[in-house]
């Protein structure tokens, strides 16, 4: 579907939209001609960045603020055509460490979303950003959105509710609603300072330092992969969609790939580094789901949306943003 006209001069909303995906939200939205408001807590290591769109910060507006806020969100949310609802705590370690916070974030700022909405503008269409760790272990694979949800961490549990609170909301009082269930996302403005926010940029940082690289297990867990551009475009073609209201969608790849192979060819891209295979630390085998693909057909079937960026292209163009922008990203 041809989504590029629906944004011209339309009110964009954001929330977390100073960390990875937000921010690459924003630029194509800039492009495409939207007005866009971006609200973030900007709560340390989380991922909110003010370098993210220091491109396009005169662009678009900026709100520092809490989403659990509902004076700032009632403020935020009128006269608002779209919101992409990004805020969430994402560290599934933290969630487990925390979890009180992580209820906090993930289930009691989305019913404050919503219902500022429901109190505040109705017509708004929101897209959530929900999650692969929704399910738990795979049953069977490639796991469609038939499958059961059984979450193996707190972040998983609290993410299937905020799913939950929107569908709900969507099918009771008709604020339009959907959400997409990521997997691996990847590319430039990914948070890279702390080791707490999945594989991917600890691997990347690691290779890059020239540094060895420790896997799991056996190297042969299977993951897909979606980079950030791929990803971007899904929200924005299930935003403008009416047949996505009420509905849930997994992303996903052609492209299914064991740790050891997603390893070597960042090594092999990076140009240094090392690797080595490593038992699993208690606390990280106890939420470690296994193999995970999904199924895309339905998504597919409903937008035509499907991946374009294979792996090695994605990890070429996100090297190559870290290695220009390395110091706005990295631990101090």
Same mark, same amino acid.
């Given at each position: ?12 909303? *954001? ?24 609200? +973030? ?20 507006? *900026? ?17 608002? +055509? ?6 969430? /705590? ?10 009180? &916070? ?28 929900? &999650? ?9 694979? $490639?796991? +469609? ?5 059984? #979450? ?35 590319? $430039? ?5 702390? +080791? ?24 042969? /867990? ?19 969609? #009416? ?17 050891? /192979? ?18 699993? $630390? ?24 499907? #991946? /374009? ?24």
């Amino acid at each position: 579907m041809d989504y590029r006209d629906a944004y011209q001069n339309r009110n964009v909303l *954001i929330t977390g939209g100073l960390g990875f995906i937000g921010s690459n939200l924003a630029h194509a939205l800039v492009e495409l001609g939207a007005k866009v408001t971006l609200v +973030d807590s900007m709560i340390d290591d989380y991922g909110g960045n003010l370098f993210n769109i220091v491109d396009i910060q005169d662009k678009v507006r *900026i709100n520092i603020a809490d989403v659990r806020d509902e004076s700032s969100m009632r403020y935020l949310v009128r006269g608002q +055509d779209f919101m992409f609802n990004l805020a969430g /705590q994402v560290s599934h370690i933290d969630s487990m460490r925390d979890p009180y &916070t992580d209820l906090e974030i993930n289930c009691r700022s989305q019913l404050s979303i919503l219902e500022t909405c429901r109190k505040f503008n109705q017509n708004i269409k929101i897209v959530f950003a929900g &999650t692969r760790q929704q399910y738990g272990k795979a049953k069977y694979l $490639p796991v +469609d959105e038939s499958h059961l949800m059984r #979450p193996v961490d707190v972040n998983g549990i609290n993410k299937l509710a905020g799913e939950h609170y929107h569908i709900l909301y969507n099918n009771v009082y008709g604020i339009r609603a959907c959400s997409l269930r990521l997997t691996n996302t990847y590319g $430039p403005r990914l948070l890279m300072k702390h +080791d707490r926010q999945g594989f991917i940029p600890v691997f990347v940082r690691q290779a890059m330092n020239g540094e060895e690289i420790k896997i799991f297990g056996d190297g042969r /867990q299977r993951r897909d992969y979606n980079y950030i551009d791929d990803v971007v475009r899904a929200f924005l073609m299930a935003a403008v969609s #009416p047949e996505t209201d009420g509905q849930a969608y997994n992303l996903g790849s052609r492209e299914v790939v064991p740790h050891l /192979q997603f390893v070597k060819t960042l090594l092999e891209v990076v140009g240094k580094g090392s690797y080595v295979i490593v038992p699993f $630390p208690p606390e990280k085998k106890r939420i470690d789901i296994g193999d995970y693909y999904g199924n895309y057909e339905k998504i597919y079937k409903t937008l035509g949306w499907e #991946p /374009q960026v294979s792996l090695r292209e994605g990890l070429e163009k996100m090297v190559a943003f870290y290695q220009k922008h390395k110091e706005h990203y990295w631990p101090q």
